[in-house]
């Protein structure tokens, strides 16, 4: 975290939060990119070691406050409250002419809980808990050990703290049984779901290769982000070969040989990737190996 500290220190400025937080402002113009960032996603995302929200809101001239947390915390820390409370007297969010809030997972529910400190803000949030509170999610057994942190207390419940922001965008994935429920709970007026079919567990991964997640960022900031913006780049992703492998596992798992056939037959054209090969020959085999439906033997008449 030496350069972040270093450009902190230039531009804006770093600031440890508690024991395993931290944040990290670069004051660069009227629009405000808000994003919650973890150590280990930082330090494996770009070369640069550098935020996301960082190289996104650098590029284009805009503010950048991340929340850096090291570890799945969720946000849920004292320090991290006590942060927000200061930013919200010193009517920091103010200054700015449009705020966005970004995150995924941890980050996404953490990026909706803490949008209700700036009033009117997007928010942007990827595959988002709603809480992790154990009265109202017992069905998601994924972060047992979470459970023991407090999602009662201020900026608690995340679909409450939306109430008063602009527009709510959360992105997942319906085949991902929990992700979906986390969704349904954000059912509010202002709160458009986008359903990424065949991302999987960890969309924000392929959305970010596919370059779904910049635009969708980066629309948000421009102020113009809507449901068929986002609708229109993830039909773009169908050109991308990450779409079609997530779908050709999907399809090799139920066992629809005809459609990896069909699929196959096009992506070794489009991509060249010896996977469509080797899938298009698995299928071949097995659709060889069925049997073939016989025509049912005319009836012989009855002598009269």
């Excluded at 150590?39 to 935020?51: E, H, L, N, T, W």
């Excluded at 986008?194 to 959305?207: A, K, N, T, V, W």
């Excluded at 596919?210 to 980066?218: C, S, W, Y």
């Excluded at 040989?257 to 990737?273: I, K, P, Q, S």
């Amino acid at each position: 975290m030496l350069r972040l500290d270093e450009i902190g220190e230039a531009l804006g400025y770093f600031q440890p939060l508690g024991g395993r937080h931290a944040a990290f402002f670069v004051d660069d113009g009227p629009t405000l990119l808000v994003t919650f960032e973890s150590v280990a996603a930082i330090r494996g995302g770009s070369d640069s070691q550098m935020p996301l929200g960082y190289r996104i809101a650098h590029r284009a001239g805009w503010s950048h406050l991340c929340l850096i947390a090291d570890g799945e915390t969720w946000y849920r820390d004292p320090a991290v409250h006590a942060y927000f409370d200061r930013l919200v007297d010193e009517a920091f969010f103010e200054d700015f002419d449009r705020v966005v809030f970004f995150g995924a997972g941890a980050g996404g529910y953490a990026a909706a809980a803490y949008s209700v400190a700036a009033p009117g803000a997007a928010v942007l949030a990827v595959r988002p808990q709603a809480t992790l509170d154990p009265r109202l999610s017992e069905w998601d057994r994924r972060h047992l050990s979470a459970r023991r942190l407090d999602f009662v207390d201020r900026y608690g419940f995340a679909p409450d703290m939306v109430e008063g922001a602009g527009q709510v965008f959360v992105l997942y994935d319906p085949e991902q049984r929990e992700d979906a429920m986390h969704a349904a709970l954000f059912n509010r007026p202002h709160v458009t779901r986008i359903r990424c079919r065949f991302f999987g567990p960890r969309p924000e991964e392929d959305l970010l290769l596919t370059g779904v997640l910049r635009d969708a960022i980066e629309g948000a900031c421009l102020g113009h982000l809507d449901a068929a913006d986002i609708h229109e780049s993830l039909r773009a992703r169908r050109d991308h070969p990450l779409y079609a492998l997530r779908l050709l596992a999907r399809l090799e798992a139920e066992g629809r040989f005809g459609l990896v056939l069909r699929l196959c037959r096009w992506a070794e054209t489009a991509f060249g990737l010896p996977r469509f090969a080797h899938a298009r020959a698995r299928a071949e085999a097995e659709l060889a190996a069925r049997p073939r439906a016989r025509m049912p033997e005319p009836a012989t008449p009855e002598p009269a």
